[in-house]
């Protein structure tokens, strides 16, 4: 038709080129209505005050801290010369001589008064005279000389913390001078006077209480602390600290190559058992990241989700022919049934796994309590759905043979659901291996109690990091494998 023939047929009938005012302004009011409930949000939640006021270096420092680890020794003001000490979880052992940090040292003597010990007098044979005899101090001993001694000692006179080639902290007993690039800051050490720097403090610098102590922000590289006696450095490093081998470990500190030729042709470091063994124990034990602890716990996740998943599966099965009405013409089963999966489903996982932690205690059997509760009604609900909704032919021809009418729900209605039932309980499955992390927080077991002991230390995060990544990995693996069975089963299905 041209333009014509168009307009004549407009002309003839306008109702069918022309819609009506509804029609043209329902894509217009939609996107009105839609920009008035976003500006609204916005108002209701105050999210420009919220993303205005948020604090995103500390957001950045918890990113980097997943990635890399700090060192945190102590630098103290001791009179006249400086104490350096780390923790004993600092993983560098138990003399710790960092590359990073430069201590000078001199030798200095000086002479310790002891007093002399009082000497008891003789005990008596005879218990009673003990209980009743008052003791006298010995007399020769209030009578003696202090005993003196010279001490010759090592101490620190000057410490240089070295963050990296532009950024370092010189510290002796009286100052401290930060150097950050091209700029320098010194700062006084004054036990028991408030906390002045000399100038005026520069953007990575903040004192946020006047006479308290200064911060000191490097970026990634770390951070520190400066009050009045004290210097607390944090200086990060990227990478998981001691991820194999522990301090204790005889390993530690070997290159890889080394550890790789003592596991297999190298002289035993233990004589009880071979270096590969105890390289593999010294991995699996490692105390800073307890690797069989948290794989055994990722097991037991694991575990939580598939016998869930399945007990809810072969439950579910049957209570949907119950509640599907073209399968059960009886109304009241249907609604009971219905109103049951309402129940079971409407109640979260969550709120399931506080309530099955408190009745069985912490454990596995509270997750796979929860997960069995909560999926029974949320694949009872789908696998009805499904079954309302097959096509009633291949039930009718196989009931008008006169099969029973088991046969005719085997041979008439499961062909038709039964991939439909199987993608759902592989997906549920998969679903609920994420799930399990979540509820295993509030106590039902697994690498979700885990993960919450190590976020909430709020230093542990590359801790965190690594059980985030397992986790990633082993949904990762499992969404492949259902995919992979969902294709298998739909492709076999249209054969």
Known sequence: MNAIDMEAVAGRHPHLVEQPLSQRLRLPLAAAACIVYLMFSWWFFAIGNVLGTANWSIAGTYLADWVSFEQRPDIRQQGDHLTVTFPNNSGLGANPKPDWLVKEETTVTRTETIAPAATAEQPSNNASSIFMTPTTPDASAATAEPETRTVTESVVTNAVINYSDSVSIQ????????????????????????????????????????????????????????????????????????????????????????????????????????????????????????????????????????????????????????????????????????????????????????????????????????????????????????????????????????????????????????????????????????????IGAVGAGGIGLKLWEAMRTNSDWENVAYMVVLILVVVYIFDLVSNMLRSRLIGSSSR
Do not use: C
Request: aromatic fraction near 14%.
């Open 171 to 438: 510290v002796v007993p009286g100052m401290a001078t930060v150097r950050n690039g091209a700029e320098t800051l010194q700062i006084p050490l004054v036990p028991g006077q408030p906390v002045r720097a000399i100038g005026t403090l520069p953007a990575w610098a903040e004192q946020p209480n006047d006479g308290g102590k200064i911060i000191l922000s490097f970026g990634f590289t770390g951070w520190a602390e400066i009050d009045d006696s004290r210097v607390r450095i944090r200086n990060r490093f990227f990478g998981w600290e001691n991820f194999f081998f522990d301090v204790n470990s005889a390993f530690f500190g070997k290159p890889y190559s080394e550890v790789v030729g003592l596991m297999f042709s190298g002289e035993r470091v233990d004589p009880a058992m071979s270096n590969a063994a105890r390289a593999a124990q010294d991995i699996l034990y490692n105390p800073s990241w307890q690797h069989l602890d948290v794989w055994t716990k990722l097991l037991q996740t694991i575990v939580m989700a598939f016998v869930g998943t399945v007990f809810a599966g072969i439950l579910a099965f049957p209570l949907a022919f119950m509640a599907a009405r073209n399968i059960t013409a009886n109304r009241v089963t249907n609604q009971l049934v219905k109103r049951l999966f309402d129940f079971l489903r409407s109640v979260d996982m969550l709120i399931w796994a506080l309530f099955f932690t408190r009745a069985f205690g912490p454990g596995p059997l509270a997750g796979i309590s929860a997960i069995f509760f909560t999926d029974t009604g949320t694949l009872g609900k789908l696998y009805a759905e499904a079954l309302e909704n097959i096509d009633n032919k291949p039930r009718e021809g196989v009931a008008s043979v006169g099969a029973p009418p088991v046969a005719v729900q085997r041979f008439g209605v499961l062909p038709q659901v039964l991939p439909v039932f199987v993608s759902q309980a592989l997906y549920f499955w998969e679903s609920n291996t994420r799930s399990a992390t979540i």
